[in-house]
DNA sequence: CAGCATCCTATATGATACTG
DNA sequence: CAGTATCATATAGGATGCTG
């Protein structure tokens, strides 16, 4: 299937599939670290992934292997050692991921001022309309 | 910016901010919509996204509205006339979401496979962990 | 270290009724 | 047609304490 061929855009429930698992708050962040540094343990993801808690972590670990883009391997030692990393599926999905990554480093300023400028029209919008009001009541 | 300029993965703020807005449940088909439809009205988008409900649909819209990536034109008739399209902007975006569509139409079914061998295993291991505490019982 | 269990809250989403 | 307003709910996510 090549890029231009839309006819699988038609069909919603595989993107839409997708969406729902890796569009949550940690799974991309969560490839992405891997993707870049290839074998991780537990609280090292936690490290690198600002703000994430223990629990989100283990949920969203769970879910990619579940869906065989993460590997789990458990080292029966003590204290335990559990080692993360993506499948051969996982790095394939590195590929779209990194380029939603790299237009979001692009494009997040431009976002925050298109946020910006449509704030100050709705505040101004506002202020208008109370105005208004005031102008009905009397 | 390169592909290969990881040095923004570092930082995840600008990621997550894009992924909170249009990793939400219809951003990303709304914009695919529009981005194969090119001009289309309200009901034209919510007869092309199954299952959309009206309020998510005004809510999807004026997020990506007020990010920039899409414009709102409203034609003063009666009835009223209100036409949606993606701004420069969010053509741009439409790259990484197509790349992240063709390979969800490429990989879902390994991911469905995956998710029914893992949820196989799981069944396996609990029902492993009943004999077991049978056995510790009696 | 790498979790699991529990409780709690915020938010996203949906259903329904109404409107210019 | 293209919304807005309100109510209801499911779920994502966080905080905390405990464990092998």
Redesign the interface.
């Known amino acids: 299937?090549s890029?231009t061929?839309?006819s699988?855009?038609s069909n919603?429930s595989?993107?839409?599939?997708?969406?729902?698992?890796i569009?949550?708050?940690w799974s991309?962040?969560v490839v992405?670290?891997l993707g870049?540094n290839g074998v991780l343990r537990f609280n090292e993801l936690k490290r690198l992934?600002?703000g994430v808690s223990q629990r989100m972590l283990t949920l969203t670990l769970r879910n990619l292997?579940?869906?065989?883009?993460v590997t789990r391997t458990i080292y029966p030692e003590v204290p335990p050692r559990v080692e993360y990393s993506l499948t051969e599926?996982g790095k394939?999905?590195q590929?779209?991921?990194?380029?939603?990554?790299?237009?979001?480093?692009?494009?997040?300023g431009?976002?925050v001022?298109?946020?910006a400028?449509?704030?100050a029209r709705e505040t101004a919008v506002a202020a208008d309309n109370s105005r208004k009001i005031a102008y009905a009541r009397g």
Request: charged content about 25%; hydrophobic content about 45%.
């Open positions: 299937m890029l061929d839309t699988q855009h919603c595989a993107m839409s599939d997708v969406l729902n698992r569009g949550d708050k991309v962040l992405g670290m870049q992934i600002n292997e579940r869906d065989g883009l599926l394939t999905l590929v779209p991921i990194s380029a939603l990554w790299d237009w979001s480093a692009e494009n997040h431009a976002i001022e298109a946020r400028i449509y704030d």
